[in-house]
């Protein structure tokens, strides 16, 4: 019943800046946490930031003081806010929604269509 949608992506220089959008619809209240994962075309998805329920907050180790994650509960949509990007973070940025009910089974939740992310010169 929870649909999410993202925006935002695009191509930037490296040192670059740019924030996507997760907007987020249907029954909120069961979300446990929503979460950005990027892929690039031969690798596995891979988590960047989640955000859970009560407010916190995890990031890859290759991200961590150059991303935050953010969310603006007024609108049910949640932010990543990307600084300082390097090449190696152009990928495919999905948002993801887990519900609680999804806890301890192998349900992988809501995923978005994706957006592109290139980071380039």
């Known amino acids: 019943q929870v649909r999410v949608v993202e925006s935002g992506g695009g191509l930037v220089p490296p040192g670059g800046s740019l924030r996507l959008s997760c907007a987020a619809s249907g029954r909120l209240i069961n979300i446990y946490a929503m979460g950005w994962y990027r892929q690039v075309p031969g690798r596995q998805r891979e988590l960047v930031a989640r955000?859970?329920?009560?407010?916190?907050?995890n990031y890859a180790d290759s991200v961590k003081g150059r991303f935050t994650i953010s969310r603006d509960n007024a609108n049910n949509t949640v932010y990543l806010q990307m600084n300082s990007l390097k090449p190696e973070d152009t990928a495919v940025y999905y948002c993801?929604?887990?519900?609680?009910?999804?806890?301890?089974?192998?349900?992988?939740?809501?995923w978005g269509q994706g957006t592109q992310v290139t980071v380039s010169s």
């Open positions: 993801n929604a887990r519900p609680w009910a999804s806890l301890g089974s192998a349900d992988p939740g809501s």
């Open positions: 955000i859970t329920s009560d407010g916190a907050t």
